[in-house]
Nanobody, 115 residues
């Protein structure tokens, strides 16, 4: 079993920055990739960014150039650096991890972008 705990959410002004962290604990061996998803009120959960165990990254078009996903394998932690935040980035952000045969979700952290 793998447990994921997100932190770093909060309130930011438009144009501001936040950094989210996702700490994985438990049996973290062979986690193939980690990702961030988000869900705005009344909307479906949507994919934001992915990073593989080898460091390959991919981003949704809506965040490309503004968000950066990274991973510290030694600390079993993934990060999402969010810059140039927009009100439409407001959502609950969820960490996701996958390995062969299993997927895991964190509990989510609220990000609100407002002046």
């Amino acid at each position: 079993q793998v447990q994921l705990v997100e932190s770093g959410g909060g309130l930011a002004q438009p144009g501001g920055s936040l950094r989210l962290s996702c700490a994985a604990s438990g049996s973290i061996r062979a986690i193939n990739y980690m990702a961030w998803y988000r869900q705005a009120p009344g909307e479906q959960r949507e994919w934001v960014a992915t990073i593989t165990s080898g460091g390959t990254t991919n981003y949704a078009d809506s965040v490309k150039g503004r968000f950066t996903i990274s991973r510290d394998n030694a600390k079993n932690t993934a990060f999402l650096q969010m810059n140039s935040l927009k009100p439409e980035d407001t959502a609950v952000y969820y960490c996701y991890a996958a390995r062969i045969g299993n997927t895991y979700w964190g509990q989510g952290t609220q990000v609100t972008v407002s002046s």
